[in-house]
């Protein structure tokens, strides 16, 4: 094949394979907006959805990974746009773009409920604004294995910035100011008499001059405040040099100039230690600053600014707050639901982590016994709080963690009890299984479906028949809707398997013929049939059959139900 004929074949192979992308962006966006205006069970949503996945899982398998590039506007791929639209309200790009997601693709191996949870997280943040919910959190709790992105944060977060034990153990302050060991102050400065010539400057040595003069002319505030403080307090040990520097604070704090005030208190804290050598005058001018700034109200009207102007950026506030030591520990906890932006309550909840000798302590007392009033600030701030509250119980190794952990799980709000099972799945197998075996009844629907979807992933032959027990013998299992009936006699005939039919065919036989038979009854016998059908093979089969042939009513009827409903 000729040159030009290899690339035209090139070319015709790429413009195939964008013309299959921006069909599947398509058919992505449409099933998206199913989703918001119908339920999630809605056939319409559902055939969309299904349509999706097989068209996309066929397209990878053909062409390879689907790769996007995220724009403000626009979806692209191989270069070229796939989706496009200016109107923010209503576009898949922006919704991406808004939360820092700047590529997303698509990777052989794919599975429906990996595409269900996309659209889910999707689903959660298309109505709300980017301070409401964060999208690059939601995908990354579900640990998607097929789905990939790349997000800004996480690069500022690896690559622009050192650790933050790096950070606080060499005084850089990750963009708030310049590090101290960089800081040389000559004090006291050798008298000598020299002859007028030996001190003549020539042009290049003037210019010199002239270029430090302008850089200390262009020295930041913080760092000018911060030396003159020093100095003074080497030579005035009065106290009244540090009640200066509070009220420095509490101007820079009333005029919005946070990242000068934090530029400030590392510097005079760098200073203190890494120049002035641990002289006690130094230490206590920034023992004394680091006081006033945990004062409550003080520090209230600090992080109030933070939320207003967004700065200093959330991993310099992380290493701010780790400075100031234990005592911010408490302060903190409001915080990690109130701020307005996800990064900044990240930022937070990293510091209290960083406090690891009061992390978990003070983790105890953050959330309310119970749950507040229904208005949407306060529940808002508290789902922003349960998230970071769990994102934080994860970060704890397992024997410390489960106390609180349990606690969390026995919460009388819902949504509690619900975040929680995002750090529950990352414990040993035996709590994993316990504790969701005790939440499969729970009062909350959504906690009973995330119970039941753990046991389902994780769970053993035995665990399906356990399952089955405790629902039977829970007087809440009667109050269950019969979808949720069906999902749990599912789960069990997945989990066990043949060893469950037994069971199954017990309690299809045990039901009560009459004619005014009670809606209960009618939905128990269509469960377990449908639980059996669900097992499968012959045996299943059989017992179906003869249900349908010699069983009593109930079971005759959902018997037949089953047998049309598809192949066994």
């Not at 030009?4 to 195939?16: D, G, N, P, T």
């Not at 062409?63 to 996007?68: D, M």
């Not at 000068?260 to 004394?288: C, N, Q, W, Y």
Request: overall charge negative; glycine content about 6%.
């Amino acid at each position: 094949m000729s040159a030009e004929k290899a690339e035209l074949h090139r070319e015709e192979i790429e413009s195939r394979k964008v013309l299959g992308v921006r069909e599947l962006i398509r058919l992505l966006v449409k099933t998206q907006k199913a989703q918001r205006l119908y339920d999630s069970r809605n056939a319409v949503a559902e055939r969309l959805e299904l349509d999706l996945y097989e068209r996309l899982r066929a397209f990878i398998a053909e062409e390879g990974e689907v790769q996007l590039v995220v724009l403000e506007s626009q979806l692209r791929s191989e270069d070229q746009v796939v989706f496009e639209s200016s109107d923010r309200a209503d576009s898949l790009a922006f919704l991406l773009y808004r939360d820092g997601i700047r590529r997303l693709s698509f990777a052989p191996g794919l599975e429906l409920e990996e595409l269900r949870a996309f659209l889910r997280c999707l689903g959660r943040v298309a109505l709300l604004t980017n301070d409401q919910e964060d999208l690059v959190t939601l995908l990354w709790e579900q640990d998607f294995h097929s789905i990939r992105y790349f997000a800004i944060e996480e690069l500022a977060r690896n690559e622009s910035y050192p650790r933050l034990s790096d950070q606080l153990a060499t005084g850089a302050g990750g963009g708030a100011g310049e590090p101290a060991e960089a800081v040389s102050l000559d004090l006291k400065q050798p008298l000598s008499t020299v002859p007028v010539e030996a001190c003549r400057l020539d042009g290049s040595e003037i210019e010199a001059l002239q270029k430090e003069l302008l850089v200390e002319e262009r020295a930041p505030f913080r760092q000018l405040v911060s030396e003159l403080a020093l100095e003074l307090v080497l030579h005035e040990d009065d106290g009244g040099i540090a009640k200066e520097i509070v009220t420095i604070a509490d101007r820079l704090i009333a005029d919005g100039d946070v990242v000068d005030l934090i530029g400030m208190h590392e510097h005079i804290e760098g200073l203190a230690t890494m120049v002035f050598r641990d002289a006690p005058s130094t230490l206590k001018l920034s023992s004394e600053l680091t006081r006033a700034l945990t004062e409550p109200e003080r520090f209230e009207r600090l992080l109030d600014r933070v939320d207003r102007v967004h700065a200093p950026r959330p991993e310099a506030l992380t290493v701010f707050l780790a400075r100031l030591g234990p005592a911010a520990g408490p302060l903190l906890l409001p915080w990690m639901g109130r701020f307005s932006s996800p990064p900044y309550r990240r930022a937070v909840t990293s510091a209290l982590l960083f406090l690891e000798d009061r992390g978990l302590s003070v983790l105890t007392d953050a959330l309310p016994e119970a749950p507040p009033p229904a208005e949407p600030p306060d529940r808002l701030r508290h789902r922003q709080l349960v998230r970071e509250v769990v994102h934080a119980v994860g970060r704890h190794r397992f024997e410390d963690a489960f106390p609180l952990l349990s606690r969390l799980l026995a919460s009388p709000d819902p949504e509690t009890r619900r975040e929680s099972f995002l750090a529950l799945c990352r414990y040993p197998e035996e709590l994993v299984l316990s504790a969701s075996l005790d939440r499969i009844l729970d009062f909350d629907p959504e906690v009973r479906t995330a119970a039941l979807d753990t046991l389902v992933k994780r769970g053993r032959g035995d665990t399906g028949l356990s399952i089955l027990e405790r629902s039977l013998a829970s007087e809440r299992f009667e109050k269950l809707t019969l979808l949720e009936k069906r999902r749990l006699f599912a789960a069990v005939a997945k989990l066990s398997g043949e060893s469950s039919l037994e069971a199954f065919q017990s309690l299809l036989n045990a039901g009560v013929d009459h004619w005014f038979a009670r809606q209960r009854d009618r939905e128990i016998a269509e469960a377990v049939a449908h639980g059996i059908r669900m097992v499968g093979g012959p045996r299943a089969k059989r017992i179906l059959e003869d249900g349908a042939q010699r069983g009593g009513k109930l079971a005759h009827a959902a018997c037949v139900k089953e047998l049309s409903a598809g192949r066994i």
